[in-house]
């Protein structure tokens, strides 16, 4: 059984920091991509950043130069550093990894249960 444990998040004012971190742990074999996805009400989940396990990263051009997505492969845990926040990237954060949990099995992707983040203006 894999589990992802998501801490961090909470409420910041805008233009100010927050971090993110988000730990893999249980029946893992191998990680190909961790990432962070956001969903605000209303609208659809989006993809925030990613990261390879080997370290190619890639971000939505509304965080990019804003967020930084980091990750440390011995502890299958990935990490989002997020500065100058604004209001609009108010939403619960999600981590989710594509990841074989044992050698039998495929490739498949596994989520965290959320976090708020909350920037007021």
């Known amino acids: 059984q894999v589990q992802l444990a998501e801490s961090g998040g909470g409420l910041v004012q805008a233009g100010g920091s927050l971090g993110l971190s988000c730990a893999a742990s249980?029946?893992?074999?191998?990680?190909?991509?961790m990432g962070w996805y956001r969903q605000a009400p209303g609208k659809q989940r989006e993809l925030v950043a990613s990261?390879?396990?080997?370290?190619?990263?890639n971000y939505a051009d509304s965080v990019k130069g804003r967020f930084r997505i980091s990750g440390d492969n011995a502890k299958n845990t990935v990490y989002l550093q997020m500065n100058n926040l604004k209001p609009e990237d108010t939403a619960v954060y999600y981590c989710?990894?594509?990841?074989?949990?044992?050698?039998?099995?495929?490739?498949?992707?596994?989520w965290g249960q959320g976090t708020q983040v909350t920037v007021s203006s």
């Open positions: 989710a990894y594509t990841l074989k949990p044992n050698i039998f099995a495929m490739f498949h992707d596994y």
């Open positions: 249980g029946s893992i074999v191998s990680i190909t991509v």
């Open positions: 990261i390879t396990s080997a370290g190619t990263t």
